[in-house]
T-cell receptor
């Protein structure tokens, strides 16, 4: 089974900061990598699919990159509504998620 | 609009089974897979498996093999997830989510979640 490892598990940041979250797969997954945002008590929302394609309606301050085994999610200028938990998910074989990265106020 | 609406919260005794429903609207039910994901309190997302509503084909995570069954009713555009032999470890919010077929797909629409509590 493909394992997904995110880092860091949590981070604290100010509004306006640039934030980067990384996700590593245990084997190559091409660009079959999705990113989701989840707020407390809510279902996850799709942010990015195919490693770097922004889902419809997602602000352009979110971006994704990577292929093979190493991927990143970047928020160029953190906004108050971006404080949430972020998950990567591989869709190469089955659909395993990373353990999540919680982004909160510094 | 595209929507997945799940059944309400349930409390079950250890050893019992639970069935969660997920009613699709706003799109052609048989054109997307339905995935099931669960999340225990304070924990991450755990993918349980998928079902093709057109063919009925399913794929389950090994951890749930033999305990989970995913089915559908095409006439009502409803997917079901049944989990048996419940333990307290199964207490979680269960989500359904649609995705495109095959590798490379993503889940762009999720149900609101169904809380299942397993307690004696």
């Amino acid at each position: 089974d493909i394992q997904m490892t995110q880092s860091p598990s949590s981070l604290s940041a100010f509004v306006g900061d640039r934030v980067t979250i990384t996700c590593r797969a245990s084997q190559t997954i091409k660009n079959y990598l999705n990113w989701y945002q989840q707020k407390p008590g809510k279902a996850p929302k799709l942010l990015i699919y195919a490693a770097s394609t922004l889902h419809s309606g997602v602000p352009s301050r979110f971006s994704g990159s990577g292929s093979g085994t190493d991927f990143t999610l970047t928020i160029s200028s953190l906004q108050p509504e971006d404080f949430a938990t972020y998950y990567c998910q591989q869709s190469y074989s089955a659909r395993a998620f990373g353990q999540g990265t919680r982004v909160d106020f510094k | 609009q595209v929507q997945l609406v799940q059944s309400g919260a349930e409390v079950k005794k250890p050893g019992a089974s639970v069935r969660v429903s997920c009613k699709a609207s706003g799109y052609t039910f048989t054109s997307y897979d339905i995935n099931w994901v669960r999340q225990a309190a304070g924990r991450g997302l755990e993918w349980m498996g998928w079902m093709n509503p057109d063919s009925g084909d399913t794929g389950y995570v090994q951890n749930f093999q033999g305990r989970v069954t995913m089915t559908r009713d095409k006439s009502t555009s409803t997917a079901y997830m049944e989990l048996s032999s419940l333990t307290s470890e199964d207490t979680a919010v269960y989500y359904c989510a649609r995705s495109g077929f095959g590798s490379g797909s993503s889940s762009d629409c999720w149900g609101q979640g169904t809380l299942i509590i397993v307690s004696s």
